[in-house]
């Protein structure tokens, strides 16, 4: 079965400071991989995905993540944290032959001044 | 990107009456649209997979006669809460399958249950 683990419910970072939210897959066949960002009461924003291509994703907003399959990791990266990135991340995993998504626990991140 | 809409945002209900949420993908047809429910805190679950023309596909666990999905269209899926309850109180978003691989979400039908 396929499944993503994100290691940290809750990290806190100054602005401008290093942003890395971690997630961990586990899947014996090639993964597609997905990092979505949900603000307050609303739905789910695409930042990036890995479909197999480039091992390093760019997504919006300055975010980032790579892919490292020795380490069955796609952690997602920010250089320089904004006040506007507070909010939840969740990374997920495609289903294999299928359209269905499996979330992660999600980490909240919070940027202070 | 694309947009899906979801309709309402909010509703507030008595126990044992129907709720009615709205998913429409605005500028793109979506021959599967997803729902998803979410608990404060906690991550999405898969509930149903909406396929248009024909039946929807059930997760375990998830009661088909109270979620009664509808996708008649390429741009409409509606999930229908039966005889509401407060425990199915909930977040519930709705996505729509896109291209390469995508899914678009709405924004979410935070339903309450008196």
């Known amino acids: 079965a396929q499944s993503v683990t994100q290691l940290g419910s809750h990290v806190s970072v100054s602005e401008g400071a290093l942003v890395l939210l971690r997630c961990n897959y586990s899947?014996?066949?090639?993964?597609?991989l997905f990092w979505y960002v949900q603000y307050p009461n609303q739905g789910l924003q695409l930042l990036l995905k890995y479909t197999s291509a480039a091992t390093l994703v760019k997504g919006i907003n300055g975010f980032e993540a790579e892919f490292k399959k020795s380490e069955t990791s796609f952690h997602l990266t920010k250089p320089s944290a904004h006040m506007s990135d507070a909010a939840e991340y969740f990374c997920a995993v495609r289903i294999y032959n299928t359209d269905k998504l499996i979330f992660g626990t999600g980490t909240r991140l919070q940027v202070f001044p | 990107g694309a947009v899906v809409s979801q309709h309402p945002s909010r509703v507030i209900c008595k126990s044992g009456t129907s709720v009615k949420i709205e998913c429409r993908s605005l500028?793109?047809?979506?021959?599967?649209m997803f729902w998803y429910r979410q608990f404060p805190k906690q991550s999405l679950m898969l509930m149903a997979t909406?396929?248009?023309?024909?039946?929807?596909?059930?997760e375990q666990g998830v009661e088909k006669d109270k979620f009664l999905i509808n996708h008649a269209s390429l741009t409409l899926s509606t999930l229908t809460v039966t005889s509401a309850h407060p425990e199915d109180s909930s977040f519930y978003i709705c996505?729509?399958?896109?291209?390469?691989?995508?899914?678009?979400f709405g924004a979410g039908t935070r339903l309450s249950v008196l």
């Open positions: 500028d793109f047809q979506a021959t599967t």
């Open positions: 909406s396929n248009e023309g024909s039946k929807a596909t059930y």
């Open positions: 996505s729509a399958g896109a291209a390469k691989n995508i899914q678009y």
């Open positions: 899947s014996s066949v090639p993964p597609y």
